[in-house]
Each structure stands twice: as C-alpha cells, then as structure tokens.
C-alpha cells in the first residue's frame, strides 16, 4: 500500500502537467512584460499604468465593447492589436491575481490575423478577445478541460456549443480562466492552480466559481468573459470585482458539452452567462447567442429569440433588506439605501419584499440537498481516485450541509416536490403583492452576498445568490459604490440572529474591505430576462448612469 506521502507526491506530480502548460503560455508574452514589481500591492488597480504602453492603455481602458467594435468594424484598430493588448494585459492579470490556467497567445493571433485578412466582418464580435472559463471546454486543437479536479488532468475536451455560435459571430477566444475544486465554492481555489485573488485587495476573495473571470475582468484584462453559475457562479464573483454579470434563466444559454461532474442530474441546473465590464455587454451577448437559434442544435432549450422589453411606467421595485437568515454588512445595506432612494427619486414605486415568511433557511435547506443527491459521492470520489486533498469550502458545501445525503428514488422524488412547492409559494407571493393596486413588482432589488468579497476561505454562506437558482429566476448584477471606512462603521449593538448571522456578523470590520466594490442584484420572475436588464438600465439611469 501507499504511504500517504507517496499517495501525495502523484497527484502533485499529474498537477504539474497543467501548470506548466499554464506556466509556458503566459512566457509566450512579447514583449516580455517589464517593470513587474517584486511585492504585488495590496490593490493591483495600479500595476497597468507602469508596466503596458499608452497604446495598450488606451485599447484596454478607454473603450466599452460596443466602442471597440466599432472601431474593429471599421478597421480603425486591427484585431490583431486589439488582441495583442489585452493578451498581455491578461498576462499582467494573472501575475497579479493568478486568474489564468492558460493563454493563447499563438492560437489568439492566428484567429486575430485571420478576420483581419477577411474583406468584411464576420459577424457582430468579430475581431472581440473573448475570455473563458476552463472547464467549459476550448476551440483549441488539442484542447484539454480539467475543471480543477486532478482526476481530470489531459482529458480532451474540445468546444461547446456557445462557444462555437460565438466563435461564428466573429470573436478571438485568447485566454482560459481558473475554478475551483469541485467548481462549487463560493472563491476561487485549487490543488492544481492554487487561490485567485481579488484585484482590489488581495486579501479577499474575487468570488467563486468563475473567479479567475471575475479578476481577469476586473483587471481589464478582458471585457467580456463568460461563466456558469448554479449558486452564484457568475454574480458573486462580478459584485466582488465590481464588474457585470447576468445570470440567465436555464434553457434559455447552451449548457451542454462542459465538463462537470453528476452530469444528467436535473435537480437544480446551472447556466451560462456573460460577466462584463459594461451594462450593455449583457444584452449584446444575450442577442448574439440566441440570434443563432441554438434550440435548433440543442432541443431542451427555449424557443424564444431575445426580445428587449421597453417598459412603459415607472418601475415598481422591491427591495429585499436582508434574507431573514442573515443581515448584511453595513456597505451593502448603504448601497441599497443609495440606490432605492435614487429609485423614489427618479419616481419608481419602491416597496419592501418581506423574507421572513418565505423561509430562505428552508430554501438552502432544499437546494443543498439537491446539489449533491448522491450525497457527493462521486465528486468525492474523483478526489480520492486521485489522491487529491480535500479542501475545506469542499468539506463545508458537502460534509456540513446536514441535506446532503445519499437520497433513494422515493426521497429524492420528495425533495424534488418540496422545491416545487417552495417555487408554488414563491410566485405566488411576488403575485400577492399586486392584490392592492393590480401591479405587480417588475423585480426584486437585493443584496448579491452579504457584504463586499469575503477573507479568503470565508464564503460559507450562499444564500444571497443560491435562492435565485433554486426558483430558476433571472438575474443581474451591477457595481455601486466602495467600501467607506467612515460611513460603513460596524455596529457594536447588534445582536446575530442564528449562528449564520453570529460568523458573518464577526467577520466586518470596515479595515478588512479597503478598496472593495460594492455590488447590487436585480432579480426578476423565471423567463422575464429581457425585463430584468431593462430594469438594469432603468435603475442604472435613476442613478444618474448612462
């Protein structure tokens, strides 16, 4: 038998297969970056200035999506030195945060190169550096995905379908992003690659699991990535990068073809989205992606083109204080302050969305459940086959969640019911809140976590952004403020609610989030998508917003 020294020497030796592809692809950058410092800034907002030229500054900083599109249409800036600078600065990226597990620079510039040779466009991105997630695959050649689980080190994995309408509508995919263990965690860390961290403060989290999309973008290393999310997967890593995210409502983004465990399970579904560092971003990717009619290659998807909604009254909105489990920290409590009374300011119905009753508690209950039905033994299984360490936000989301167990068909039959049933009284309550004047709330205004990115190992609770999926209703999240060390003092008199409440409520102290965005979510009913980032640009113009 192994010793367990022995038993860890192999997967540390299978794990240095990846990091030297990641490792070699990012020396593949030329120039070579110059200038880096010996010991990275606690904010790494800076770094861009002192080490990429004016002219990579102004292509990285100076334009939205739309902008650069513009001027690739036009040929005013070649694709090629487009995706030349955000190359490097992707580089520059990951040696700040260590967001990357591959660059792919030959590969970025062969496909730059060539839409630069063609006599028109190709299709609406053409010319656009696009970034991803790794474990949902890659147009390379000999494309590999591991989602972060040793086991799954060399294994071929080529394209999906949304990243081949993309490919299509003309984009340069040119770098691949960093997951967790298991890719369900809350932050960004692996055997394989190690911890992503935040590119405002390096001491927190840049959120999980598409947190090397969300340092990648908060850097500016990109402009527009794309992530999954089936917990908060896309919108907690964009709130704590302070960038964008949408996360659709499932089958209505292409899914199939990533690279997962418990694949075919049905409980709770994930989606794909786009995360950005603009608002217009989100419906731009929305557009492309179901303008090519993907339930035609794909049949368990919506039949629904993307419609933009246009509304035509003042938005009602509700804005959900606090879960009834857990209260947030003071930032993001001042954030919907800000933002609700910009919202009355501009005219819109704001009301109270009352938690309490609906039990969120209950909802985790269920959905964690739902997770992991096999109750983990198959991704704890591909952990032991490889001999790979469990880490800990692994042990919490499967070890100390008391739902999670091996369910037989009859239980999960009955866990399955009690989620319906939670939906059933969920929609029935957003209803409810018409019976007075006929109108419904158009969406709910909340908190996407419970304060800025958290210590790194700290994300242990979900709730924020898990309820969302378990009702399968749309979501977006967008920037609003930074921490203030003066307006956001903690407040020494309260007193936790539950344990829940006790961990996060020790956890703030203002000092810690120096430099942190502050995010809000917009959530609307399940398959009102187009309505939710309509909402977005009506809110975002209360606030005085483009």
């Known amino acids: 038998m192994a010793t367990e020294q022995e038993f860890q020497q192999s997967w540390e030796e299978k794990a240095q297969l990846p990091r030297k592809i990641r490792n070699e692809s990012v020396a593949r950058v030329e120039p070579a970056l110059q200038g880096l410092p010996e010991t990275l800034p606690q904010n790494s907002q800076g770094l861009a200035k002192s080490v990429l030229t004016p002219r990579e500054l102004e292509i990285t900083e100076n334009y939205s999506v739309a902008e650069l599109l513009a001027k690739l249409r036009s040929r005013e800036l ?32 062969e496909r730059a190169r060539y839409l630069d040779s063609l006599p028109e466009p190709v299709g609406p991105l053409h010319g656009l550096p696009i970034s991803t997630k790794e474990h949902h695959g890659s147009k390379s050649k000999n494309g590999t995905a591991n989602g972060s689980y040793v086991a799954w080190i060399g294994k071929p994995q080529g394209s999906i379908l949304l990243y081949d309408i993309l490919w299509d509508a003309g984009c340069v995919y040119y770098a691949r992003t960093t997951q967790p263990q298991t890719v369900m965690h809350l932050e960004t860390e692996s ?5 992503t961290v935040n590119p405002y403060n390096r001491n927190l989290t840049p959120g999980g699991s ?13 402009l527009l990535g794309i992530g999954g999310d089936i917990g908060g997967s896309i919108r907690c890593p964009s709130a704590h990068n302070g960038i964008y995210g949408y996360k659709p409502t499932t089958k209505r983004v292409p899914t199939s073809g990533t690279r997962g465990h418990m694949l075919g399970k049905e409980t709770i579904l994930s989606t794909l989205g786009p995360m950005a560092k603009d608002r217009d971003s989100l419906e731009l990717f929305m557009k492309v992606v179901l303008d090519a009619k993907p339930w035609r290659l794909d049949p368990g998807l919506t039949t629904k083109m993307w419609t933009p909604y246009r509304f035509t009254r003042p938005l009602k909105i509700a804005v959900q204080w606090w879960d009834g489990v857990v209260m947030p920290h003071p930032p993001m409590t001042r954030a919907l302050r800000e933002v609700a009374d910009a919202c009355k300011a501009a005219g819109m119905e704001v009301v109270e969305w009352d938690c309490t009753k609906l039990d969120h508690k209950k909802g985790w209950d269920i959905t964690a459940g ?11 299984g591909l952990l032991e086959g490889a001999g790979e360490p469990v880490l800990p936000l692994t042990k919490f989301i499967i070890h100390e969640q008391p739902t999670v167990k091996s369910y037989n068909m009859h239980e999960l039959w009955e866990l399955c019911l009690e989620r319906d ?19 419904d709330v158009d969406v709910i205004l909340c908190p996407p976590s419970f304060g800025a990115a958290t210590p790194h190992e700290q994300s242990r609770y979900w709730g924020y952004t898990s309820n969302w999926n378990l009702l399968d209703y749309p979501g977006v999240v967008f920037p609003v403020t930074t921490v203030d060390q003066e307006k956001d003092k903690k407040d020494i ?11 996060v409520y020790e956890m703030y102290s203002p000092e810690k989030y120096e430099d942190a965005p502050v995010s809000l979510q917009i959530i609307g009913r399940r398959n009102y998508d187009e309505k939710v980032i309509a909402a977005l640009i009506e809110i975002e113009k209360a606030m005085g917003r483009k």
């Open 78 to 109: 070649s694709s090629e030195e487009v995706t030349r600078a955000f190359l490097r600065r992707a580089a520059l990226a990951h040696y700040a945060t260590n967001c990357l597990t591959e660059l792919l620079w030959d590969e970025a510039i």
């Open 191 to 195: 055997n394989i690659y190690g911890r």
């Open 493 to 503: 008199d309260y007193v936790p609610k539950n344990a829940e409440d006790k961990f």
């Open 210 to 222: 598409s947190g090397g999309e969300g340092a990648l973008i908060g850097f500016r290393g990109s």
């Open 421 to 439: 049933a939670y939906r059933e009284r969920y929609a029935r309550a957003w209803t409810d809140t018409g019976k007075e004047d006929g109108r």
């Open 370 to 380: 739902l997770y992991f039905p096999d109750g983990g033994a198959e991704v704890l």
